[in-house]
């Protein structure tokens, strides 16, 4: 009999193929087993992050981004520019491109690492035995001291709106369609349904978007989300509330929606219906009765605190388990997961992880909002600058927005972070890091930030947490 592997990890995406390359770094025995099928029929490693969401959906974003400040911008800084259009075979070709490689890069991140990429579908059996049936509809059982289930999710689907994958579609069909919509309908103002709204929008649909929900961007600071939702209805987003479909029928190739709100029932017709009202967790077929592992009523895979499930030896991790779902946050559960099957110290800070929406202007926040903290009775004080008062934000012709600091008012600590404006995604890293070291506002106050610089507008906020603010006014 086979010596057993030391770890077997399923699934190759952000939490699969990180926890993959930790454990063979760790000096341990790995097979990553992947069932990623394509369009075209072929295999890849990445998942749905790299390839149907996170990677694909940046690099329309960023190409339309572009094409509508060429349209929009370029004459504010004295640029004159004519007979600018759309080439979108292009543009999916550069999609497509930037897919490729980064899954392919995982291929070859794996082979440095030692790592055996083995692609199928994969059950856990009992006693920590995995059976991995081919694509050609062959199969083989792996025995393992470990496994790691790292199966990601799946978009959730409505009953009143089936996909069709033509007509009514999921977040990967929106990546590909061939031609720009002339309307286009979208279920959801999450994230997915904001970010895809905001690339067809500047490619030239017309966009409705329904949101069952009477309060825009629920997850968010609401001061964050309103200045949010100004900004998405002043680009052409018609962002309707409190609108529940109720039905979405194609006819002579259109999709006719159905839905109520409070002022009753309403339809409308659109070319394109894209259903984004979340994820859920994929297990299909994954959990052999006797193995020893459970799901709880939402279907995610029950685990502890250390991602341990209720079996010995069987981790899980990412978006099949509790928590945000989030590409980052299921990494660091791999990494950690790797380190503590080796023996080594790991910890994953559940308080302190960003979430970004790409639009413009970007969404990003981390710890808690005003909402949050008032709801809990906790004692809080407010800074917020405006990226008006930045100067390299006027330089860049991007200052709308802002940053907004929440700290304790009993110890200062900061409890929360929200920014709206540019480069609020990658601006986000700082904050985190100030709460990972449990920073006081007056901490981020007495950094030294260089000038001119999008930072300066953190620490700016930091010292309008205290009213100390410089370049804008107290309040």
Request: hydrophobic share 45%; with cysteine; charged share 20%.
């Amino acid at each position: 009999m086979a010596e057993p592997v030391d770890v077997v990890v399923i699934g190759a995406g952000p939490a699969g193929y990180p926890a993959a390359i930790r454990a063979a770094q760790n000096a341990l025995k790995v097979i990553c087993v992947d069932g990623w099928v394509n369009r075209d029929g072929g295999t890849a490693l990445g998942g749905t992050c790299l390839n149907a969401g996170c990677i694909p959906s940046k690099a329309l974003l960023e190409s339309s981004e572009l094409l509508h400040r060429a349209q929009s911008e370029f004459a504010a800084h004295g640029i004159a520019v004519s007979g600018i259009g759309l080439d979108l075979a292009v543009m999916q070709k550069r999609r497509a491109t930037i897919v490729r490689n980064m899954t392919s890069g995982i291929g070859s991140l794996f082979k440095a690492a030692g790592v055996t990429a083995m692609f199928g579908r994969a059950r856990l059996l009992a006693g920590r035995r995995v059976q991995v049936t081919r694509h050609d509809g062959t199969s083989t059982e792996i025995d393992a001291r470990n496994v790691v289930l790292a199966t990601g999710s799946v978009p959730t689907e409505l009953e009143s709106a089936r996909f069709d994958h033509e007509y009514i579609v999921d977040s990967w069909d929106a990546l590909e369609f061939a031609a720009v919509p002339r309307t286009l309908c979208v279920i959801g103002a999450g994230v997915i349904g904001l970010e895809l709204g905001s690339v067809w929008r500047r490619l030239g649909s017309e966009v409705v978007v329904l949101e069952a929900l009477d309060s825009f961007l629920a997850i968010a600071d609401q001061q964050l989300a309103g200045e949010a939702a100004r900004h998405f209805r002043k680009q052409g987003l018609d962002i309707r509330l409190g609108a529940t479909v109720t039905g979405a029928q194609v006819v002579n190739g259109s999709v006719t929606v159905a839905y109520n709100d409070k002022a009753g029932a309403h339809s409308l017709s659109a070319d394109k219906l894209i259903v984004a009202v979340g994820r859920r967790p994929y297990a299909a077929n994954l959990l052999a009765p006797d193995c020893g592992v459970g799901l709880d009523q939402r279907g995610f895979i029950q685990v502890d605190v250390q991602c341990r499930t209720g079996a010995e030896g069987v981790w899980a991790i990412g978006d099949c388990v509790r928590g945000p779902m989030l590409a980052h946050k299921g990494k660091e559960e791999g990494i950690a997961v790797a380190d503590r099957i080796a023996g080594r110290y790991a910890h994953v800070n559940y308080d302190v992880i960003p979430s970004v929406i790409y639009t413009a202007p970007e969404i990003a926040w981390v710890g808690q909002t005003e909402e949050q903290l008032k709801a809990a009775g906790t004692a809080f004080k407010s800074g917020v600058f405006p990226f008006a008062a930045s100067g390299r934000a006027r330089a860049m012709e991007a200052a709308a927005g802002f940053v907004k600091i929440l700290a304790s008012s009993d110890t200062d600590t900061i409890l929360g972070a929200h920014i709206i404006g540019p480069m609020a995604g990658e601006l986000i890293a700082e904050a985190t890091l100030a709460m990972e070291f449990q920073a006081s506002a007056e901490d981020l106050q007495r950094t030294i930030h260089a000038h001119p610089t999008l930072a300066e507008a953190l620490h700016e906020a930091a010292l309008a947490v205290d009213k100390r603010a410089i370049d804008s006014i107290n309040r």
